[in-house]
């Protein structure tokens, strides 16, 4: 029963923040939504902070799920990172509350949400890492810094797929494989 109801604080706090945004949510605002008293919400979370890190925490789980629901390990490098790119991105901007996260970012510079957007690059950038590193063990591409590769790879993704259409026509999903191919693979190639 506490479960469940803790479920519902967090599904209504998820749909708020959304919403509303993280500065606009009050823990009123998802005592309504919750149909719980306000009270109610403080025996799960200490306060508005922590509710929001819950919903960010059970984010970033899901994206690592949809990252490794398309990686083959039978497929190199390059296809996996972009498979893995491609889907965390468009997780991203399929969210309501990624795409709310990164407009009051943008517009209110909200610390909690800035926090949120850290956590969120933090997971992939690692996540790239410890693929860059198997592939260098592996010898499929040459010594690197994988930490700084994985930083470059997912800026360079993200420039692709979210900065350029604010300027022109989105980018074909094989076009942006090709053009990441010739701006950062053949520069790790073995040879």
Same mark, same amino acid.
């Given at each position: 029963?506490? =479960? ?30 919750? =149909? ?18 819950? *919903?960010?925490? =059970? ?39 990624? #795409? ?18 850290? =956590? ?11 693929? *860059? ?27 692709? #797929? ?13 076009? #942006? ?15």
């Amino acid at each position: 029963m506490s =479960n469940d109801r803790k479920q519902q604080i967090i599904q209504a706090a998820n749909q708020s923040f959304a919403t509303f945004g993280y500065k606009a949510t009050t823990m009123d605002h998802v005592a309504k939504a919750a =149909n719980v008293g306000k009270g109610t919400i403080y025996n799960f979370f200490k306060n508005k902070e922590q509710l929001f890190q819950e *919903i960010i925490s =059970n984010l970033l789980s899901e994206m690592k799920t949809q990252a490794e629901s398309v990686i083959d390990d039978q497929k190199p490098l390059k296809e996996n990172v972009h498979l893995a790119l491609y889907e965390l991105l468009q997780y991203r901007r399929s969210h309501q509350l990624t #795409i709310q996260m990164v407009q009051e970012a943008k517009e209110m510079g909200t610390a909690a949400v800035q926090e949120a957007l850290a =956590n969120v690059e933090g997971l992939i950038t690692a996540y790239l890492r410890e693929k *860059i590193e198997q592939a260098i063990e592996r010898g499929d591409i040459r010594s690197c810094n994988p930490e700084m590769t994985a930083f470059m790879m997912f800026k360079l993704y993200t420039a692709f #797929i979210i900065d350029w259409e604010e300027r022109h026509q989105p980018l074909e999903k094989e076009d #942006i494989m090709h053009l990441f191919d010739e701006y950062v693979f053949k520069g790790l190639s073995p040879s």
